[in-house]
């Protein structure tokens, strides 16, 4: 599969879904040509962020928990919501290797869903999360 047919299959997946926290924000497409390996220094260096920035590293499953999990008392609404954002990680965990998530920031937090794609290069997904 091409780099640019994953980048259309995230952003299919991911269109129309908002992250929920203080504030909620959209997703957007991110794909560097950069190949080896991604280290923190290095997605901050790709993004723009000073050096000196703080960034988590944490799962795919752990930055996604409460958007995938379905509640007794959600209604339907929320229930397809869930169904989706559980749709969009299954892409992600099917077209990316090596899928991590780096949190940047500390209350204002950049989040990049970053994987390996089969052709070797970095994709993936970036939005905002706000915590205070």
């Known amino acids: ?3 640019s047919t994953i980048t259309t299959q995230l952003s299919s997946a991911a269109q129309g879904l908002l992250f929920l926290s203080e504030t909620d924000a959209p ?3 991110v794909h560097w040509s950069a190949q080896g390996e991604l280290t923190p220094a ?3 260096q790709l993004t723009e962020h000073p050096p000196d920035a703080p960034i988590q590293v944490v799962s795919v499953e752990e930055f996604f928990a409460i958007a995938t999990a379905e509640e007794d008392w959600h209604d339907k609404e929320e229930r397809e919501t869930v169904q989706r954002f559980e ?3 299954s ?3 099917h077209n990316l290797s090596q899928l991590q998530v780096y949190r940047v920031g500390d209350r204002s937090i950049d989040a ?3 994987g390996v794609t ?3 290069e970095w994709a993936g997904l970036s ?3 706000v915590e205070t």
Request: glycine residues 8%.
């Open 27 to 29: 997703f957007e497409i």
């Open 118 to 120: 089969d052709g070797g």
């Open 112 to 114: 990049y869903i970053v």
């Open 127 to 129: 939005t905002q999360v």
């Open 42 to 44: 290095k997605l901050l």
């Open 87 to 89: 749709n969009l990680v």
């Open 91 to 93: 892409t992600l965990k």
């Open 1 to 3: 599969m091409t780099d």
